[in-house]
C-alpha cells in the first residue's frame, strides 16, 4: 500500500508569496495524484488531478508537477482565499495534509 | 449547481448501526460514475472508506472497515449508501460522499457530509 507523506505540516506565509508545498510517495505512482483543498466546516474542492491538470473552474495560480514518487503543488502568489489545507491523495491513500496560514 | 446531499448521521451507541444515505440532486449525475464515501474525525486528515462501480458490481473498502461497513446504490433513485455496523468510538466523523472522475478514484464532487458520533 502507497504511503503519501505531505511537507511541511505548516506553512506561513503572506498574502501574494508563492507557496510550494510536497507530497512524496513511498513507491512510484507515475502521475496518479491528485490534490485537494479543504478550509474549516467545508468539504474537500477537487484542485489538480493527475499531478498537473487543473479540476474545472480551478484558478491557473495553482499548479501541480512531479511525477514518480516526488510532486508539488503550486500556489503563485496566495490570495486570501487559499488559506486552507490542502491534502494529495492517490487512489485510497491521502497525505497528512499541509496547512497553508496567514504569516 | 449539481449538488450532493448526504445524510442519515446521528449519535449512536457503540456496536451500534447506522446509514449513510448520499442523494444526486440532478437525475444521472452519479449513475455514469464510480462513488466513494470518505471520512474526517474532529480535527483530523481524510480518510477514504469505500468505492462502488457505476452498476454495483464492483466494491471495494479500507481495511479498517471491511466487514463492518458496506456500500451500496440505487441508480434509480440517484442514491448511494453505506450501512455502518458495529460501531467504534473511533468510526465518530464526518462522513463525505463522492462522484470518482475516471478509474483512478479521482474525487471530483464532493457532498458537504453528515456527522456521525459514537458514543454510550
Known amino acids: 500500500e502507497v504511503v503519501l507523506t505531505q511537507s511541511p505540516a505548516t506553512l506561513s506565509l503572506s498574502p501574494g508569496e508563492r507557496a510550494t508545498l510536497s507530497c512524496r510517495a513511498s513507491?512510484?505512482?507515475?502521475?496518479?495524484l491528485a490534490w485537494y483543498q479543504q478550509k474549516p466546516g467545508q468539504a474537500p474542492r477537487l484542485l489538480i488531478y493527475d499531478a498537473s491538470s487543473r479540476a474545472t473552474g480551478i484558478p491557473a495560480r495553482f499548479s501541480g508537477s512531479g511525477s514518480g514518487t516526488d510532486f508539488t503543488l503550486t500556489i503563485s502568489g496566495l490570495e486570501s482565499e487559499d488559506f486552507a489545507t490542502y491534502y494529495c491523495q492517490q487512489r485510497g491513500t491521502f497525505g497528512g495534509g499541509t496547512k497553508v496560514e496567514i504569516k | 449547481e449539481v449538488q450532493l446531499v448526504e445524510s442519515g448521521g446521528g449519535l449512536v451507541q457503540p456496536g451500534g448501526s447506522l446509514r449513510l444515505s448520499c442523494v444526486a440532486s440532478e437525475l444521472s449525475f452519479t449513475n455514469n460514475h464510480w462513488m466513494s464515501w470518505v471520512r474526517q474525525a474532529p480535527g483530523k486528515g481524510l480518510e477514504w472508506l469505500a468505492n462502488?462501480?457505476?452498476?454495483?458490481?464492483?466494491?471495494h473498502y479500507v481495511d479498517s472497515v471491511r466487514g463492518r461497513f458496506t456500500i451500496s446504490r440505487d441508480n434509480a433513485k440517484n442514491s448511494v449508501y453505506l450501512q455502518m455496523s458495529s460501531l467504534r468510538a473511533e468510526d465518530t466523523a464526518v462522513y463525505f460522499c463522492a462522484r470518482v472522475r475516471g478509474n483512478y478514484n479521482i474525487l471530483e464532487y464532493w457532498g458537504q457530509g453528515t456527522l456521525v458520533t459514537v458514543s454510550s
Open positions: 513507491q512510484s505512482i507515475s502521475t496518479y
Open positions: 462502488i462501480k457505476q452498476d454495483g458490481s464492483e466494491t
